[in-house]
């Protein structure tokens, strides 16, 4: 297990520099000028000149991509060029945002899809297996900047039962935008968990167990549901990260403080610094969960060899 952590680890160091590159390199591409931004529309070519030189964009691309990469080495992110504060501070202090948010919607989805995704790969092909399929494709089929305004007017402007925007109220802030997110990865974790129950229930090791008196219910919960999870961390791995990005349109739906707000006004405003690093945090993490989630396989199936 060491030696396949350390193995792991290290082959995070070849993708970070990769995801470094390719960020700086698209982040250069985006028509547009930071020092114009900065400057103003009419500020003297002279006045540009010196805003581009304080911010070292005067230097050749790979100078400056030396330079960046060094920083990164050195856990330096740099400083923001709209508001001259540290990025990793301004990171700090949105990226827990947007983790609660990831988390409640992720919660919305186990809730909503293990029961559904249980009953419909137990009952198959009954009236309640259409009814979970049918509510998976809906699910699957509204996209969130649908969805999100669409739970704002019935829930926060007819009604008035919850808050519209922001993170002020608490629990209750959190509510829509992770219902938002939540089920639409309940509606595609509900066709998996369907699939992958169903599959296990027609294995021979279930109707042996049933043969030998075991009930139902317990081959079930104690047998089918154990090996059946393998697939579902695996996509639920993947879907934590998509969280992550789609919760960029949600938490501008719903005014949500979170990192993807702050990444499309960094973008919006050219703010290099700020672009870069908060893409390389949310793709650390999404290594990160798929990491972890490869370390449950042997937890979940102790037949599961990590090498």
């Known amino acids: 297990m060491t030696q396949y952590i350390i193995r792991r680890l290290l082959q995070m160091i070849p993708i970070t520099l990769g995801i470094l590159t390719l960020v700086f390199s698209l982040i250069h591409l985006i028509p547009g000028d930071p020092a114009v931004q900065i400057a103003g529309e009419g500020a003297r070519p002279e006045d540009v000149a010196n805003v581009r030189k304080a911010l070292g964009l ?8 030396v330079h960046y990469l060094g920083r990164v080495a050195h856990a330096d ?15 700090a202090e949105r990226y827990p945002a947007t983790i609660q948010l990831a988390m409640g ?40 900047f649908w969805f999100g305004p669409l739970l704002i007017i019935a829930f926060a402007i007819n009604r008035e039962w919850l808050p519209v925007s922001g993170r002020d109220d608490g629990i209750k802030s959190l509510i829509l935008p992770a219902l938002t997110m939540g089920l639409a990865l309940a509606a595609i974790l509900t066709r998996m968990i369907r699939v ?25 919960f104690r047998h089918a549901l154990k090996n059946a999870l393998i697939p579902v961390i695996t996509v639920l791995a993947l879907q934590f990260g998509s969280l992550l990005t789609g919760a960029i349109i949600t938490e501008q739906i719903f005014s949500w403080p979170g990192l993807g707000r702050l990444l499309i006004t960094s973008i919006t405003t050219r703010d290099y610094p700020q672009v870069q690093a908060s893409i390389l945090v949310i ?25």
Not at 78 to 89: C, D, I, L
Not at 105 to 122: D, E, H, R, T, Y
Not at 197 to 220: D, P, S
């Open 58 to 65: 005067d230097q050749p691309l790979w100078a400056q991509y």
């Open 196 to 220: 992958s129950v169903a599959e296990e229930l027609g294995q021979l090791y279930v109707t042996t167990a049933i043969a030998k008196g075991v009930t139902r219910t317990k081959a079930i």
């Open 105 to 144: 919607a992720m919660l919305v989805a186990l809730l909503v899809a293990f029961p559904l995704g249980m009953i419909s790969a137990i009952y198959r092909n009954s009236w309640i297996d259409n009814v979970a399929r049918f509510f998976a494709l809906i699910g699957v089929s509204m996209p969130s």
């Open 283 to 307: 793709a650390m993490t999404y290594i990160f969960v798929n990491f972890l989630s490869d370390l449950l396989y042997g937890v979940v199936d102790p037949r599961v060899k990590l090498e």
């Open 77 to 91: 992110l740099g400083r923001s060029f709209r508001t001259n504060e540290s990025v990793s501070k301004e990171i």
